[in-house]
């Protein structure tokens, strides 16, 4: 499940916008859209611990940025 969420988070930044990812260059968008290229080519041959480093470190890092980010969208739609 853990890996299936990766490369949702991984297709999902693929479809963002360019110039929003340049907008954001605190957040790793060549780790995350990597990983899940990574995930869907070669799943038998997995790095867990580059895995396990993503989840504990990659992950909670960009939370905080990704929710601005979110937050600060949602209010243009608005």
Not at 20 to 30: F, G, L, M, N
Not at 38 to 55: A, E, F, M
Request: net charge negative.
């Amino acid at each position: 499940a853990t890996l299936r969420n990766l490369q949702l988070i991984g297709a999902a930044a693929m479809h963002v916008p360019i110039e929003v990812r340049q907008a954001q260059p605190e957040i790793p968008w060549h780790i995350f859209t990597g990983t899940c290229y990574h995930l869907v080519r070669s799943y038998l041959t997995i790095n867990k611990s580059c895995v396990w480093d993503i989840i504990q470190e990659g992950v909670p890092d960009v939370l905080p940025v990704l929710r601005k980010l979110s937050d600060s969208e949602s209010g243009k739609e608005n």
